[in-house]
């Protein structure tokens, strides 16, 4: 599975951005789960959104309101729209696509290459 992601950028605090990620090869189940993670060098890669094939959501409390996660399951492609920005969102995007697996989503995990949202103050 291959993940191509785009959208990334410089905006201006308070902007919008609108990142897109889709996924391609052996997606042998449609009952994923993609999403969206962020990392700044020297941390850890943390949770921003993700959506499930039915459309269930979850946010990182620093961005409910502001970021809205959807999902076109025809195009294998995963959205974050991306309001109100703020400086402290700069980091490097990364989508993600996690198979079902075990009780949950346990399954193989795949991660497309990051992009990089800068918001300027």
């Known amino acids: 599975v291959q993940l191509q992601a785009s959208g990334g950028g410089l905006v201006q605090a308070g902007g919008s951005l609108r990142l897109s990620c889709t996924a391609s090869?052996?997606?042998?189940?449609?009952?994923?789960?993609m999403g969206w993670y962020r990392q700044t060098p020297g941390k850890e890669r943390e949770l921003v959104a993700t959506?499930?094939?039915?459309?269930?959501?979850e946010y990182a409390e620093s961005v409910k309101g502001r970021f809205t996660i959807s999902r076109d399951n025809a195009k294998n492609t995963v959205y974050l729209q991306m309001n109100n920005l703020k400086s402290e969102d700069t980091d490097v995007y990364f989508c993600?696509?996690?198979?079902?697996?075990?009780?949950?989503?346990?399954?193989?995990?795949?991660w497309g290459q990051g992009t990089l949202v800068t918001v300027s103050s």
């Open positions: 959506i499930t094939a039915s459309g269930t959501t």
């Open positions: 090869g052996n997606i042998f189940s449609h009952n994923n789960r």
């Open positions: 993600s696509l996690v198979f079902p697996g075990g009780l949950g989503y346990g399954g193989p995990r795949y």
